[in-house]
């Protein structure tokens, strides 16, 4: 077999397109919604390359269209968990013996599949099962997902090239990289399809095996990204799609002596309960298995008097309300000085008020629907108690609508207690809470922040003064694993802002770095001598 020291292409983040009108790119997004509308998709699970339809179905509607139905996807057991698991561990070997430059190639091909030839599809699948507008879509089902291949391909070449600085005379020392012992299972979102397809692949891309369960809402696309790891060459069973209830997908893979880590992003319950079971049949295992996640977050813009008003607006409104606050890292919780709280109020329901709100087809809405109706009826809870609280007060929006999509109008709850619990719970939605501050408190303020939630996601701070800067960016160290200056609190950029958080958000494995894939690899180091000793002794035992 030939071999060689590669050097892989050098990533740069993918171009975002605009979608503006009379552009040829808006005219093939809308051309490829049309089609996605006019069909009706059934879409099986992969399981060692084959597809699997079990006929028992589970519907897929978009959530800003319920009464639409986009097709069908066949529901899984529990033995077609065992038979996914067993897919991955019969083409383990094969995978992990394959040179790396040859899974380099694979998933920098799905990479270039998913910038040119599926761009539309991707992106139009993204728009209309998890109700992303244009922009939204773009960003997260085109560029994203590219940039996470294109990247995670010179991390992994990095990986590899780190060895021992030193040997020693008559010495090589050296390492080398295994895949983890086992298979690793993939557990991902509804929000972000770059996170779905990131979650398996990367582990894929380091010689692993996997299971991948995607959320039910987000299925419609994740089929779409399993076609193009197909087409890409990812060989039958490395990566394995199942869709099948949670629960019966936990009892197996948490069960199996082979289970070796999962990577996660989803709720913080969720993963709290995972990770219990994984310790409570740790004797099971034939090796302590990796836990990664990004869960919850209570994501917060802290405003300073020293702010730009219109800067600070545009990060709230923007951090609070793209893609109706859906994001992991949406600004829940905002502080701001009672001295710009009058003009910063004005320009935020100017701001809000003029944002439309309808499906993702329409390239005019700024709002689409949330994601289904338990979230929408979650949600709306929050709001009508808010509504009847004396601790609190609706300033902006309120209003919702479930008749034919999942419609919550961008909503601004006042509290009037730093305690209220839409500053302390994550909703997952468009609803922002505001809390007015005296001035003279600003580093009460600080350790209110830091202690209020259990979360440390992301957060911002917004000033001109750098002395605050300063004293936010250590006050809230520990509150936030990404952290902005004068900047919204979400829209992290591969290779530039790698993404994860701490305490209830998660293991802080930085999707989008090295950092995360070293998590699936087990080095082992190499000695070899060349002059090997051949007596035992040591010229310590030597008489005098």
């Not at 949670?246 to 948490?254: A, I, L, S």
Request: proline share 5%; with cysteine.
């Amino acid at each position: 077999m030939l071999k060689g020291f590669f050097s892989v292409p050098t990533p740069i983040n993918e171009p975002v397109y605009a979608y503006a009108p009379g552009s040829k790119e808006r005219a093939l997004l809308q051309e490829a919604l049309r089609t996605a509308r006019s069909q009706e998709a059934d879409i099986p699970m992969f399981i060692g390359g084959q597809e699997i339809r079990t006929g028992n179905k589970g519907e897929l509607r978009p959530p800003h269209d319920h009464k639409h139905l986009l097709g069908y996807y066949h529901k899984g057991g529990k033995n077609h968990v065992t038979d996914a698991i067993n897919a991955a561990l019969e083409a383990k070997k094969n995978w992990e013996d394959l040179p790396w430059e040859h899974r380099a190639s694979i998933f920098l091909k799905a990479a270039d599949l998913i910038a040119g030839k599926y761009r539309y599809k991707l992106n139009a699948a993204t728009m209309l099962g998890q109700s992303k507008n244009a922009y939204q879509a773009e960003i997260d089902s085109a560029c994203e997902i590219v940039d996470f291949l294109r990247f995670n391909v010179k991390y992994m070449s990095e990986i590899y090239s780190q060895q021992p600085p030193v040997s020693s005379d008559g010495v090589w020392n050296r390492v080398e990289q295994r895949p983890l012992e086992g298979f690793v299972f993939a557990l991902t979102p509804f929000n972000f399809t770059a996170i779905a397809g990131n979650l398996p692949s990367c582990v894929a891309m380091m010689g692993n095996v996997v299971v991948w369960k995607p959320a039910d809402t987000q299925i419609y696309a994740a089929h779409l990204l399993m076609e193009i790891f197909h087409e890409a060459g990812v060989p039958a069973g490395v990566i394995n799609l199942i869709y099948a209830h949670g629960p019966d997908v936990g009892e197996v893979v948490f069960n199996h002596p082979d289970f070796a880590g999962i990577h996660f992003t989803g709720s913080t319950a969720v993963f709290q309960e995972i990770w219990k079971t994984i310790g409570t049949n740790i004797h099971k295992y034939k090796s302590y298995p990796r836990i990664v996640g990004e869960t919850g977050g209570k994501d917060f813009i802290l405003v300073h008097r020293s702010a730009d008003i219109k800067a600070a607006n545009t990060a709230i409104v923007r951090g609070a309300f793209e893609y109706q606050g859906q994001k992991c890292s949406a600004a829940s919780r905002v502080y701001i000085p009672q001295s710009l709280w009058p003009a910063l109020k004005e320009l935020m329901t100017k701001d809000i008020n003029s944002f439309k709100v309808g499906p993702t087809e329409d390239f005019s809405n700024f709002i689409n629907a949330v994601i289904d109706e338990k979230s929408f009826d979650k949600l709306t809870r929050y709001i009508d108690q808010a509504k009847s609280d004396e601790d609190a007060e609706v300033i902006i929006g309120g209003e919702y609508d479930k008749s034919v999509g999942y419609f919550i109008q961008p909503t601004v709850i006042l509290a009037k207690t730093p305690d209220y619990v839409t500053l302390k719970e994550e909703l997952f939605g468009p609803v922002l809470t505001v809390y007015v501050y005296e001035d003279e408190k600003w580093e009460d303020t600080l350790r209110l922040i830091d202690q209020t939630s259990i979360y440390a996601l992301t957060g911002s701070v917004i000033a001109q003064d750098r002395y605050a800067i300063a004293q936010a960016s250590d006050a809230l160290k520990n509150a936030a694993g990404n952290f902005y200056i004068n900047d919204k609190c979400t829209g992290a950029v591969v290779g530039q802002q790698p993404f994860g958080g701490a305490r209830g958000s998660g293991t802080n494995d930085k999707a989008g770095s090295m950092i995360n894939l070293l998590r699936w690899v087990s080095p082992r180091t190499i000695k070899e001598s060349f002059n090997p000793p051949t007596d035992y002794r040591y010229p310590f035992l030597e008489q005098e």
